[in-house]
């Protein structure tokens, strides 16, 4: 195993950070009710990972049933409590609610203090504030950290580059966990940034949403011939010293060959590399109307999310990455400040964002090329329903919180 410093909080983790997302029925609610197997496959997991070297575990309140597995896991395992690094999160929006909240989780999670805790999910300004206001959730953290209950405080975000880079300027952060992959490279500014200030970069699933890389496309698989796409992204993103971990959503034992086959002795910039990356590069500068992410476009009155749009008619232009595409493309209008953004086919073609573009692109007509590509309404269907069984699981717990 590879371990790096992650920024000033000065601990060492491994470059594997051990997902806690998608544990077997970790997402059926309620959270409490562990089911045999989602416990059989959390301790098996966790076991495989700690015995391997991966000494940081990450997980959140969100995330259904998670730190309540993770509890159970660590205390069958009897794991000593010195030998891993635990990150959670969460999102109060008030300081009232957040001692509760981390008193609830260190409770799930069976520990007596956090090494990590981030606020989750700072994706707007609107949530920005909330969190840093004065006497609010991020001002009791610190006091938290002045208790003993967590070491070390940082963010997560799924927010546009400016209000990452205004969160890292608040200097009230030691760690921060956003996107940054080969695919999505939009935040590389953020991660520099994250890098100046010495704050630890954390990447959120670099192997699903980085790509959906599991299942490449044809067209991926030859480029990063000899390379896995898990191992070209994989070693992309620790090409930067300012990354420190990778998060993978483990759950079957196949998964560690898979992920740790990354791991190059920290020789991530060799020229060996090179001649992938530019073997990687060439389709993407063969797309025609290749739109360059800027976002100078936005907004847009009809409130579309026109850069990651044609970021997914980049990809499948480029690499025939529809299964990807088509993944994330149906997860717009469902998933809230998570992934904001509505249809393409919402386009009114008032032409407000044309004269922002400096690439002089056709927007309207990319945009209805790619929703006519890309929107599938079994899948958006699919999404819906999840988001409200979720949501419901949400309500029902502050209605009764004994009962989720
Ligand atoms: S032309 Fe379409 S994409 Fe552009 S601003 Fe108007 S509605 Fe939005
Ligand atoms: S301004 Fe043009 S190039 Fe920039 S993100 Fe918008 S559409 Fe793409």
Redesign the pocket.
């Given at each position: 195993m590879e371990y790096r410093r992650f920024g000033k909080t000065e601990e060492n983790i491994s470059v594997i950070t051990l997902g806690g997302m998608r544990f077997k029925h970790g997402w059926n609610p309620p959270r409490s009710l562990l089911p045999k197997e989602s416990i059989q496959n959390c301790i098996e997991i966790t076991r495989q990972a700690l015995e391997l070297g991966i000494n940081h575990i990450e997980t959140a309140h969100g995330y259904m049933k998670s730190e309540n597995l993770y509890g159970e896991a660590l205390k069958e395992l009897g794991t000593p409590r010195e030998s891993f690094k635990m990150m959670t999160k969460g999102a109060p929006m008030t300081g009232e609610e957040t001692r509760a909240l981390v008193e609830e989780q260190l409770d799930s999670l069976k520990l007596d203090y956090l090494d990590f805790y981030g606020w989750h999910g700072i994706n707007n300004e609107e949530r920005l504030k909330a969190a840093v206001k004065p006497g609010g959730p991020v001002e009791v953290l610190h006091r938290l950290r002045e208790e003993g209950l967590i070491r070390h405080i940082g963010f997560s975000t799924h927010g546009s580059l400016d209000i990452i880079q205004e969160a890292l300027n608040t200097n009230l952060f030691s760690f921060v966990n956003l996107h940054y992959y080969y695919f999505f490279q939009r935040n590389l500014a953020a991660v520099r940034l994250a890098g100046e200030k010495d704050i630890g970069v954390f990447i959120i699933s670099p192997n699903e949403k980085g790509g959906m890389l599991w299942k490449p496309s044809r067209k991926v698989e030859e480029a990063c011939h000899p390379l896995t796409a898990i191992e070209f992204n994989g070693r992309f993103c620790l090409s930067h010293p300012e990354v420190t971990t990778l998060s993978m959503g483990i759950h079957e034992p196949e998964h560690f060959s898979q992920n740790l086959s990354i791991l190059n002795g920290e020789d991530y910039t060799s020229p060996a590399s090179r001649v992938i990356q530019e073997k990687m590069d060439a389709p993407l500068s063969k797309v025609s109307s290749l739109c360059t992410l800027c976002a100078e476009?936005l907004?847009?009155?009809?409130e579309?999310n026109?850069p990651e749009v044609l970021r997914f008619r980049n990809l499948l232009q480029a690499y025939e990455m529809e299964d990807y595409g088509k993944f994330r493309y149906n997860m717009f209008e469902g998933e809230g400040h998570w992934f904001p953004g509505n249809f393409?086919s919402?386009?009114?073609?008032?032409?407000?964002?044309?004269p922002r573009c400096p690439e002089k692109l056709e927007?309207?007509k990319l945009?209805k090329e790619t929703h006519a590509n890309l929107f599938n309404r079994k899948a958006w269907f699919k999404n819906q329903v999840f988001q409200l069984a979720v949501s419901a699981a949400k309500f029902l717990r502050k209605l009764v919180p004994g009962l989720t």
């Open positions: 476009c907004p847009c009155p009809e579309i026109i393409a919402k386009c009114t073609e008032c032409g407000d964002c044309l927007i309207p945009l």
